[in-house]
């Protein structure tokens, strides 16, 4: 496939990789090589066909869209109408329970939670008081499902922890955490 950007490679190779699958898995299901899958995430849009490209995009739930010019990122009509689901606000602090932390290949994310705030409803978190995002905060893009955004890529919520901290181990007991807090009703 040509006419596609090395951006949107890379943003289908982070995709992938914020999904916790291999190269060499969704090349088995996509039915091309572990090979030309990875030149193809390298920046090489060719080095895949056009119905490959298809089927990545719809398991990677990437849009085949270009950033600047197909779609205005700032109107929500325009992501709904390309398939980007939009959500409304998430809490930016990493330590909100309303954050529930994961690892992939070694990375740390923050999964947020949807249900805190509506459209019109409140602008704070009802668990830890933050000021809500309702937008993107790299790009300012719609909201979207998901840890990252389907726009820039970026990580909706920083991970804020120590260096060195073993990220596993982390996300394991914050997400025990988590649960406990759910089960009291907090
Ligand atoms: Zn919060
Ligand atoms: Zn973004």
Known sequence: MSNISKELCIRLAEARRAKGFRQTELAAQVGCTQSALSMFEGGQPTKLSDE??????ELLEVPLI????????SDETQLASVGIPVVHGFCPNC?????????VSGRLFFRPSRNIASPNGGKRCTQCGEVLEMRCPVCGAPLNDGACCAVCGSNYVTPV???G???????????????QLRELGL
């Open 161 to 163: 922890v120590p260096d």
């Open 95 to 103: 330590q909100c329970p309303s954050n529930v932390p994961y690892v």
């Open 165 to 179: 901290i073993d990220v596993s181990a982390y996300a394991q007991s914050r997400r025990a955490e988590i649960i």
């Open 52 to 57: 490959t490209v298809k089927k990545l995009s």
């Open 66 to 73: 270009e950033q600047e010019n197909v779609v205005d990122t």
